[in-house]
């Protein structure tokens, strides 16, 4: 009873509302950031800047479900994610989030539509050929994995996590290994998907111009996340 009240006790009555964090800090040697508080809205894209081993990739895996933070909520579908059964988590993670991690975590030993092919049979939709060609993509789709470059690697690794349309996209530099005009398609690309699906995404990159092609950028300084735009 006492856990049902907890999780009913966080309803935002706003329907636009897809993340909500709530009074977040966490620490490892040292402190990272406290009482962090930020909403993500249907098609909103927001960045998050900061100096190295300012927090960034941590708030976001906790943002993400993949790392309980020390205190505070992070608030999905009026649940704090951290107080639910790990199986329905782990359901969430797999069919509402999107999670692109600076690594690509492709199967190498499969061809690039193996790769797709194999999100799309567990998430029941098929390949997008209209995203394979917005990447730039579509004409290596039949290549092993490894014999594409590290900038058609991540963007085949995007192009995974956007085939199983996800509510929620969260990327660690999704566009680390990639030149200046590619990485303006990528991004183009995602906010396309998120103002077509309803969907929202919170992203980390080091890179300024990059951050504000999102509707909303932060800084994470000083223990705090600050809104710059």
């Known amino acids: ?4 009240n907890k999780t009913n006790s966080l309803v935002t009555g706003d329907d636009s509302i897809l993340i909500q964090a709530k009074n977040l800090s966490h620490e490892f040697d040292y402190k990272l950031f406290e009482n962090i508080n930020l909403n993500l809205h249907k098609k909103e894209s927001i960045a998050i800047i900061g100096m190295s081993g300012s927090g960034k990739s ?4 906790i943002l993400s479900s993949l790392l309980e933070p020390k205190s505070g909520e992070v608030v999905y579908n009026d649940k704090n994610i951290y107080s639910i059964k790990k199986k329905k988590l ?4 797999r069919e509402d989030f999107g999670i692109i991690f600076q690594a690509h ?4 030993g499969f061809s690039a539509n193996d790769n797709l092919k194999i999100a799309t049979l567990l998430s029941g939709n098929s390949i997008n050929e209209e995203l394979l060609k917005k990447l730039n993509i579509d004409f290596v789709i039949n290549q092993g994995v490894g014999e594409l470059s ?7 690794s995007i192009a995974r996590v956007l085939m199983k349309k996800p509510k929620v996209i969260f990327a660690d530099e999704p ?14 690309a995602l906010n396309e998907y998120i103002k077509e699906n309803d969907a929202g995404m919170i992203l980390v990159t080091h890179e300024h111009d990059l951050a504000q092609l999102c509707d909303k ?3 994470l300084e000083n223990l705090e996340l600050v809104e710059l735009k």
Request: aromatic share 8%.
């Open 1 to 4: 009873m006492g856990e049902e």
């Open 58 to 61: 941590t708030l976001l895996n």
């Open 90 to 93: 782990l359901n969430i993670r």
């Open 105 to 108: 975590y492709l199967f190498r």
């Open 150 to 156: 590290g900038g058609q690697q991540q963007r085949l």
């Open 175 to 188: 566009t680390g290994n990639l030149d200046k005009e590619t990485a303006i398609t990528v991004m183009q």
């Open 217 to 219: 950028v932060y800084k």
